[in-house]
């Protein structure tokens, strides 16, 4: 990765127009064409999250939501984690992913972050402090993992 990254930190409704068509045209082209997964993913919980959107010059790299605690779980949670094909290996997912549970604890720090992880990424999703807290289940096609990152993990909490 040799040009700078840009970070991009917004609620639904500061997303410019063009912005919000280049993330969901990502998730369209890794969650839905890439991973071959038909599935709604129009879901109503685009508003009331916080959306994160990594770019690199013009391209969009990277992007995940964050989401209020009651929306989906009863904790924060994190979802929509993408890293476009052309960058992978190189650290931005977890870039990523420390940017939502940073972002989540500040922002409602006294719960704790959900998500529904892919099976396969739970190594992933553990080394950044996330425990499956459940059996797997399988989610539109794919089997996924409980993870939970409990705010008391960190220090001084």
């Given at each position: 990765?040799?040009?700078?990254?840009?970070?991009?930190?917004?609620?639904?409704?500061e997303?410019?127009?063009?912005?919000?068509?280049?993330?969901?045209?990502?998730?369209?082209?890794?969650?839905?064409?890439?991973?071959?997964?038909?599935?709604?993913?129009?879901?109503?919980?685009?508003?009331?999250?916080?959306h994160?959107?990594?770019?690199?010059?013009?391209?969009?790299?990277?992007?995940?939501?964050?989401?209020?605690?009651?929306?989906?779980?009863?904790?924060?949670?994190?979802?929509?984690?993408?890293?476009?094909?052309?960058?992978?290996?190189?650290?931005?997912?977890?870039?990523?992913?420390?940017?939502?549970?940073?972002?989540?604890?500040?922002?409602?720090?006294?719960?704790?972050?959900?998500?529904?992880?892919?099976?396969?990424?739970?190594?992933?999703?553990?080394?950044?402090?996330?425990?499956?807290?459940?059996?797997?289940?399988?989610?539109?096609?794919?089997?996924?993992?409980?993870?939970?990152?409990?705010?008391s993990?960190?220090?001084?909490?």
């Amino acid at each position: 990765m040799t040009q700078t990254l840009n970070w991009q930190t917004c609620a639904f409704e500061e997303l410019a127009p063009a912005d919000l068509y280049r993330a969901l045209q990502l998730r369209q082209n890794v969650f839905i064409l890439e991973q071959e997964c038909l599935y709604p993913d129009l879901d109503d919980l685009d508003q009331p999250a916080v959306h994160f959107l990594c770019w690199q010059g013009p391209e969009l790299v990277a992007y995940q939501r964050c989401l209020p605690p009651g929306i989906s779980y009863p904790e924060s949670s994190i979802g929509r984690i993408i890293v476009t094909p052309a960058v992978r290996g190189v650290q931005l997912g977890r870039q990523l992913v420390q940017r939502g549970i940073d972002y989540n604890l500040a922002r409602w720090p006294e719960h704790d972050i959900r998500i529904g992880a892919q099976a396969h990424l739970q190594p992933f999703y553990g080394s950044l402090g996330f425990a499956t807290v459940g059996e797997e289940y399988l989610e539109d096609g794919i089997m996924h993992a409980p993870m939970l990152y409990r705010r008391s993990a960190q220090p001084g909490v």
